[in-house]
């Protein structure tokens, strides 16, 4: 799970989560895929997700569903520091497809194409409430590139590019955009490193990095840190997680993952676990 890297990667995660992400990655090693995920905050209820994808010709189609948060959580500012406690949810729908190409020159160690690019887009249907008074739904689309040439990888996202919320009391209002870019290095589909920069609000950027060590065929440990700079300060943001996962092979591959995230704004530890069914 990209749990373990502050659930966005952005030029690599070959898991159907990729959907609510970057859309270009789900060009990932599987023709076809299902992953079930769930997690568990400090003073939160669980979150859900089920993603899935289904491959035709060079087109990778993905649907799913996440329930981003429910329960007691702290509100937040303007510059999303916490504020309060409220009840708050966040649901979203919806699906999306890449469109991959690869070279026919191989990289000799590897056996995989020597260049790689795909290109992906999603779109999300929005349920979203606090306190049970400012409920409303909308839509949302983001699209990404992903692209890899030998180990070298470099991926772009446009999150929100399009998208509105409507309210109960009748006022709209617009998710507000941004742009994430990254860089990376992935050695044989085995072990991989990312850094990634996310601006949002004016004078912020959000930073991620990690990666993945594979230290056997069945077993591969996976680390990173999630924080913004900027101002005003926004440490309440910091994450630093880490976990891995097993890889399985009965009948068809099998990827149990899991991870342990402390989260500083809530001086506490959230751990979240999924599984992910392939085919090849």
Request: proline letters at 3%; aromatic letters at 14%.
């Amino acid at each position: 799970s990209s749990a373990a890297f502050g659930n966005a990667c952005i030029t690599y995660d070959p898991e159907p989560a990729a959907l609510f992400a970057n859309p270009a990655n789900l060009d990932g090693l599987y023709r076809h895929s299902a992953q079930f995920s769930i997690e568990r905050l400090p003073m939160s209820d669980f979150r859900y997700g089920a993603a899935g994808t289904f491959r035709w010709r060079q087109f990778q189609f993905a649907l799913g569903a996440v329930q981003h948060c429910a329960g007691n959580i702290q509100g937040r500012d303007e510059v999303g520091n916490p504020t309060e406690m409220l009840d708050y949810s966040n649901t979203a729908v919806g699906g999306g497809a890449s469109f991959g190409m690869e070279g026919k020159r191989k990289i000799k160690r590897c056996g995989t194409a020597l260049w790689k690019i795909s290109f992906g887009m999603s779109g999300y249907f929005v349920a979203q409430g606090e306190n049970f008074s400012d409920d409303g739904s909308g839509y949302t689309t983001n699209i990404g590139i992903s692209a890899r040439y030998g180990y070298f990888r470099g991926g772009v996202l446009l999150r929100n590019l399009y998208g509105r919320m409507k309210w109960n009391d009748g006022s709209t209002s617009e998710f507000q955009r941004a742009i994430a870019a990254g860089i990376g290095l992935e050695f044989c589909e085995s072990h991989w490193i990312e850094a990634s920069a996310e601006a949002k609000v004016i004078g912020r950027v959000r930073w991620r990095i990690g990666g993945q060590f594979l230290a056997a065929p069945w077993a591969a440990f996976r680390a990173g840190i999630d924080f913004s700079t900027g101002t005003p300060s926004a440490i309440d943001e910091t994450r630093i997680a880490g976990g891995g996962a097993f890889y399985i092979k009965y009948a068809i591959p099998i990827e149990i993952s899991y991870s342990a995230q402390y989260i500083y704004a809530i001086r506490g530890f959230g751990i979240s676990s999924s599984i992910s069914l392939n085919t090849f």
